[in-house]
């Protein structure tokens, strides 16, 4: 078990994952983790390849529609 610090990162919060951690996981930077929750947790899991296709169309998509989405951000 790994005990995980919250540290502040502009408004929001994260945590650092340990180095260890990380090469169990198989995970390093730009990676994707899916969190669901589990009885009185959360589980952490790497992101399964179909769910990665689906989290790039959507950036894809969005990029495309930038501007409209920021005016609408600005209404």
Not at 34 to 52: H, Q
């Amino acid at each position: 078990m790994a005990l995980l610090n919250l540290i502040e990162i502009d408004s929001e919060l994260g945590v650092i994952l340990p180095k260890e951690l990380l090469e169990s996981m198989k995970l390093g930077p730009g990676d994707c983790l899916e969190v669901s929750e589990a009885g009185e947790g959360y589980l952490l899991t790497p992101c399964p390849s179909e769910s990665l296709k689906q989290v790039k169309a959507g950036r894809e998509f969005m990029s495309s529609f930038e501007g409209a989405f920021r005016k609408l951000a600005d209404q």
